[in-house]
């Protein structure tokens, strides 16, 4: 017998499918189209992991199955390759960003190519290609000509460490994301995008495609819609008044003190003499949290002001404290506070010893959001609080001191960064002509070189001390301008990559009609659950907006979001280097075959749950393999009919296999897979059409051996555009059902009947059975129950 060795088979087919170009999508093709998408990786220096395995290998077999049932399929892959990782790398190695990205890709190549997935490498995109960034600086210069790209001064997240600004999404638990370092906050003019423009549309447009529920969730949680009114406070002895944005203005007769962002520009100037030592202390220690830590703290904080603001519905005068936990960034960085009927301000409240007023009665806890009625609120009394809301705000607006309104927790987003190592901003910067954008014909804009790039303590990018580079002539006068230095985020190439794989050689337009018309939207798009609210929103984002700009055919780029689960080290822990549970999937490549890390990591659990990795499961998988190689070696497959059982089993196994790929349940395929290997004839001839079906439904999880089997067959071509086989629904019919035989109610047997038995015969055959006979005799049958194909019953007296 001929041994399986997974080494020679898989670099086989690996050259036969590179020679032959086997998955290169035809833009012209007549078949119907098929878009899988997945996230494209970041090429670190350590190489690819076993999580990575798992959803490309798992898209891989949906890709695969896809093109056998006749559809043209776009299965991209490219690098996501600017960002923050490979400066640092670059810092501490002295190797330069361009050398180190092209040594990781090149690493990344070689080990997704052992892997045998089915990539078109002929639409390969790289984010710090000029001639892909030339495409996200064109799209920056269309979101600035239309007023979506602008710039402010404002407080931003800095970390210490990376010497960067950071967007919110990007600090957690008050650390760099990137580096877990400390973050601060500092005033600094940054580059926006006005995503906030987009936040309705954002929210709305989720009911127009097919995203896990968890997803969208996410996304309507993070955008943080909320319906409200926008109320005028007068501050006492202060000319100017203070905006107050509050979803519940029924509750205003029981505003009791008012609550502002330490960083509001109003607050140094109305704070009194006595409390300016105090309140200025406050500033600089909430300067040194991040807004997640603020808003996450135990404990409640805060200063008084020693000002006073006048509730505007009763002209009472209520303390002005500050407080961490209101942000400038939310609302209009100051907050009326309810104590009676606000948790968090409750808490304030019995801390320093502020006063409540209930003013809504009949609520079990007085902390509900709806319900109850109106009490010690003048015109509000006896009404509902819905009706007191509507009430309220039409009042407000009758007294012209505020109006309904509409507010997000989303804000805009910031797209600045003081690195190198990102695509350049395509702006100048003219004394005469102020802000201007770089001609188009002037695109790309690329980066220079520089000696170093490191960060500057000043804040500044690495490209500020290029003065060669910095200086230039001002597009509009001719007069001397300095360019933009701040760089771009690593998820502005993120942003649109999908439309550019499309048409990725294109150099005239980021991808033409034709091929966008034909390819967009992305029928299956599947990533992992920590981009739900950076990239995912930020991409969407991105595309309504060429839509708008009718650059694009459709509002929503992707028809249906997924997301698989991590894989976890052995120890149930997070795979990390400094763990030492690193698993390197070259090494299980190299020893027990590509087939067996697709089919373990697909078969190991459920697509979207953490599942621990496993190397006896591992060696299961291969001896599995090994089966079927065997099976495939010592049996002489000829034109014999197989019998009607295992043409039932065979037929259950296309149907299931099928319907799990289409479902994501790649597992429970992989199992039904086993079954029907342990039902396969044990003589030693068996028919040649099963085992082409065999092949044909192994090819998406172990496409090397399928296509060596498919040869052994007597096939000289690859079966990877073969036909999926069909099922013969005659032989999805069980020729025995079983009868649960339950008495008084409660099951007492079970037994089988052929299919075609009737009734009375069902019944008499139930009575007869030996665990049911018992309760039947000396009693009286008063009813019998039936329930074709499932169930006899009896009450018996």
Same mark, same amino acid.
Request: charged letters at 30%; hydrophobic letters at 35%.
């Given at each position: 017998?001929?041994?399986?060795?997974?080494?020679?088979?898989?670099?086989?087919?690996?050259?036969?499918?590179?020679?032959?170009?086997?998955?290169?999508?035809?833009?012209?093709?007549?078949?119907?189209?098929?878009?899988?998408?997945?996230?494209?990786?970041?090429?670190?220096?350590?190489?690819?992991?076993?999580?990575?395995?798992?959803?490309?290998?798992?898209?891989?077999?949906?890709?695969?199955?896809?093109?056998?049932?006749?559809?043209?399929?776009?299965?991209?892959?490219?690098?996501?390759?600017?960002?923050?990782?490979?400066?640092?790398?670059?810092?501490?190695?002295?190797?330069?960003?361009?050398?180190?990205?092209?040594?990781?890709?090149?690493?990344?190549?070689?080990?997704?190519?052992?892997?045998?997935?089915?990539?078109?490498?002929?639409?390969?995109?790289?984010?710090?290609?000029?001639?892909?960034?030339?495409?996200?600086?064109?799209?920056?210069?269309?979101?600035?000509?239309?007023?979506?790209?602008?710039?402010?001064?404002?407080?931003?997240?800095?970390?210490?460490?990376?010497?960067?600004?950071?967007?919110?999404?990007?600090?957690?638990?008050?650390?760099?994301?990137?580096?877990?370092?400390?973050?601060?906050?500092?005033?600094?003019?940054?580059?926006?995008?006005?995503?906030?423009?987009?936040?309705?549309?954002?929210?709305?447009?989720?009911?127009?495609?097919?995203?896990?529920?968890?997803?969208?969730?996410?996304?309507?949680?993070?955008?943080?819609?909320?319906?409200?009114?926008?109320?005028?406070?007068?501050?006492?002895?202060?000319?100017?008044?203070?905006?107050?944005?509050?979803?519940?203005?029924?509750?205003?007769?029981?505003?009791?003190?008012?609550?502002?962002?330490?960083?509001?520009?109003?607050?140094?100037?109305?704070?009194?003499?006595?409390?300016?030592?105090?309140?200025?202390?406050?500033?600089?220690?909430?300067?040194?949290?991040?807004?997640?830590?603020?808003?996450?703290?135990?404990?409640?904080?805060?200063?008084?002001?020693?000002?006073?603001?006048?509730?505007?519905?009763?002209?009472?005068?209520?303390?002005?404290?500050?407080?961490?936990?209101?942000?400038?960034?939310?609302?209009?960085?100051?907050?009326?506070?309810?104590?009676?009927?606000?948790?968090?301000?409750?808490?304030?409240?019995?801390?320093?010893?502020?006063?409540?007023?209930?003013?809504?009665?009949?609520?079990?806890?007085?902390?509900?959001?709806?319900?109850?009625?109106?009490?010690?609120?003048?015109?509000?009394?006896?009404?509902?609080?819905?009706?007191?809301?509507?009430?309220?705000?039409?009042?407000?607006?009758?007294?012209?001191?505020?109006?309904?309104?509409?507010?997000?927790?989303?804000?805009?987003?910031?797209?600045?960064?003081?690195?190198?190592?990102?695509?350049?901003?395509?702006?100048?910067?003219?004394?005469?002509?102020?802000?201007?954008?770089?001609?188009?014909?002037?695109?790309?804009?690329?980066?220079?070189?520089?000696?170093?790039?490191?960060?500057?303590?000043?804040?500044?990018?690495?490209?500020?001390?290029?003065?060669?580079?910095?200086?230039?002539?001002?597009?509009?006068?001719?007069?001397?301008?300095?360019?933009?230095?701040?760089?771009?985020?690593?998820?502005?190439?993120?942003?649109?990559?999908?439309?550019?794989?499309?048409?990725?050689?294109?150099?005239?337009?980021?991808?033409?009609?034709?091929?966008?018309?034909?390819?967009?939207?992305?029928?299956?798009?599947?990533?992992?659950?920590?981009?739900?609210?950076?990239?995912?929103?930020?991409?969407?984002?991105?595309?309504?907006?060429?839509?708008?700009?009718?650059?694009?055919?459709?509002?929503?780029?992707?028809?249906?979001?997924?997301?698989?689960?991590?894989?976890?080290?052995?120890?149930?822990?997070?795979?990390?280097?400094?763990?030492?549970?690193?698993?390197?999937?070259?090494?299980?490549?190299?020893?027990?075959?590509?087939?067996?890390?697709?089919?373990?990591?697909?078969?190991?659990?459920?697509?979207?749950?953490?599942?621990?990795?496993?190397?006896?499961?591992?060696?299961?998988?291969?001896?599995?393999?090994?089966?079927?190689?065997?099976?495939?070696?010592?049996?002489?497959?000829?034109?014999?009919?197989?019998?009607?059982?295992?043409?039932?089993? $065979?037929?259950?196994?296309?149907? =299931? /296999?099928?319907?799990? *790929?289409?479902?994501? +349940?790649?597992?429970?395929? @992989?199992?039904? &897979?086993?079954?029907?290997?342990?039902?396969?004839?044990?003589?030693?001839?068996?028919?040649?059409?099963?085992?082409?079906?065999?092949?044909?439904?192994?090819?998406?999880?172990?496409?090397?051996?399928?296509?060596?089997?498919?040869?052994?067959?007597?096939?000289?071509?690859?079966?990877?555009?073969?036909?999926?086989?069909?099922?013969?629904?005659?032989?999805?019919?069980?020729?025995?059902?079983?009868?649960?035989?339950?008495?008084?109610?409660?099951?007492?047997?079970?037994?089988?009947?052929?299919?075609?038995?009737?009734?009375?015969?069902?019944?008499? $055959?139930?009575?007869?059975?030996? =665990? /049911?006979?018992?309760? *039947?005799?000396?009693? +009286?049958?008063?009813?019998? @129950?039936?329930? &074709?194909?499932?169930?006899?019953?009896?009450?018996?007296?």
């Amino acid at each position: 017998m001929k041994p399986y060795d997974h080494k020679a088979l898989e670099a086989k087919w690996q050259k036969h499918w590179e020679e032959q170009n086997t998955f290169q999508a035809d833009d012209a093709s007549e078949k119907p189209k098929w878009y899988t998408l997945v996230e494209f990786p970041y090429p670190s220096g350590a190489g690819l992991h076993v999580g990575h395995v798992r959803s490309y290998a798992a898209l891989d077999a949906v890709s695969r199955k896809k093109r056998m049932e006749g559809f043209n399929v776009l299965y991209p892959i490219g690098w996501d390759a600017f960002g923050l990782p490979t400066e640092n790398y670059a810092i501490k190695t002295k190797i330069h960003p361009v050398v180190a990205t092209e040594k990781n890709i090149a690493t990344y190549k070689r080990q997704l190519k052992s892997l045998g997935l089915s990539y078109d490498w002929s639409r390969e995109v790289n984010t710090t290609d000029p001639r892909y960034y030339k495409w996200t600086q064109w799209i920056f210069l269309q979101l600035y000509k239309k007023g979506l790209a602008y710039k402010k001064k404002m407080p931003i997240n800095w970390c210490l460490s990376c010497k960067i600004g950071l967007a919110n999404e990007e600090v957690v638990n008050g650390q760099c994301e990137r580096c877990g370092g400390d973050v601060e906050k500092r005033e600094k003019e940054q580059w926006m995008l006005a995503i906030t423009k987009y936040a309705d549309r954002l929210i709305k447009d989720l009911d127009t495609v097919d995203y896990l529920e968890k997803i969208k969730a996410q996304q309507i949680n993070w955008i943080g819609r909320s319906e409200g009114a926008e109320i005028d406070f007068e501050i006492e002895g202060q000319k100017e008044k203070i905006k107050v944005f509050t979803t519940r203005p029924d509750t205003l007769f029981g505003a009791t003190y008012f609550v502002m962002a330490p960083e509001h520009p109003l607050v140094q100037k109305m704070c009194s003499t006595a409390q300016k030592k105090e309140v200025e202390a406050y500033i600089k220690k909430c300067a040194t949290e991040s807004e997640l830590a603020r808003q996450e703290a135990k404990t409640k904080t805060g200063v008084f002001t020693g000002a006073y603001a006048i509730n505007p519905v009763n002209k009472e005068k209520i303390p002005v404290w500050i407080a961490d936990y209101v942000m400038m960034g939310y609302g209009t960085g100051a907050i009326m506070c309810v104590p009676a009927h606000d948790e968090r301000d409750h808490e304030f409240a019995e801390k320093f010893k502020l006063p409540i007023v209930e003013v809504i009665e009949g609520l079990k806890n007085p902390f509900e959001k709806t319900g109850g009625k109106m009490k010690n609120s003048d015109f509000l009394n006896g009404l509902t609080t819905e009706k007191a809301i509507v009430t309220m705000i039409d009042w407000v607006e009758k007294q012209k001191i505020g109006e309904r309104k509409i507010n997000y927790k989303l804000r805009d987003w910031i797209f600045s960064r003081q690195r190198y190592w990102g695509e350049p901003i395509p702006i100048v910067h003219c004394d005469k002509c102020g802000e201007v954008p770089l001609p188009e014909s002037d695109l790309p804009l690329e980066l220079p070189e520089v000696p170093t790039y490191e960060p500057t303590d000043t804040g500044e990018s690495p490209l500020a001390r290029i003065e060669e580079w910095v200086n230039c002539a001002c597009p509009t006068c001719g007069g001397k301008a300095k360019r933009e230095t701040d760089t771009m985020p690593n998820w502005a190439g993120s942003s649109w990559y999908f439309l550019r794989y499309t048409d990725s050689h294109n150099d005239k337009a980021f991808a033409s009609q034709k091929a966008l018309k034909y390819w967009t939207p992305v029928d299956l798009y599947n990533g992992g659950m920590e981009h739900t609210t950076l990239h995912l929103l930020y991409s969407r984002f991105w595309h309504k907006f060429l839509y708008d700009c009718k650059l694009v055919p459709t509002s929503e780029p992707y028809k249906k979001r997924i997301s698989h689960g991590m894989v976890l080290a052995e120890d149930g822990r997070k795979m990390s280097k400094s763990f030492g549970n690193v698993i390197n999937p070259d090494e299980i490549v190299k020893e027990h075959g590509a087939d067996t890390l697709r089919m373990y990591e697909m078969f190991m659990g459920p697509f979207d749950q953490a599942i621990a990795w496993d190397s006896g499961a591992l060696m299961g998988m291969r001896r599995f393999l090994e089966r079927i190689w065997k099976f495939f070696q010592e049996t002489k497959f000829v034109e014999v009919c197989p019998t009607d059982d295992f043409r039932r089993v $065979l037929n259950q196994s296309i149907k =299931k /296999v099928t319907d799990d *790929l289409n479902q994501f +349940k790649f597992n429970t395929a @992989i199992s039904q &897979l086993m079954i029907l290997m342990n039902a396969v004839p044990k003589e030693k001839e068996c028919s040649i059409h099963v085992a082409k079906k065999i092949c044909l439904i192994l090819a998406p999880f172990a496409p090397h051996m399928a296509e060596e089997l498919w040869g052994m067959l007597g096939h000289d071509t690859s079966l990877a555009y073969e036909k999926w086989p069909e099922v013969n629904p005659k032989f999805l019919i069980e020729d025995t059902v079983t009868y649960a035989v339950q008495i008084n109610g409660k099951l007492r047997a079970d037994f089988q009947t052929p299919r075609e038995m009737g009734k009375d015969e069902v019944i008499a $055959l139930a009575k007869e059975q030996d =665990k /049911v006979r018992k309760y *039947l005799d000396g009693g +009286k049958i008063v009813k019998e @129950i039936f329930v &074709l194909g499932k169930i006899v019953g009896f009450v018996v007296k």
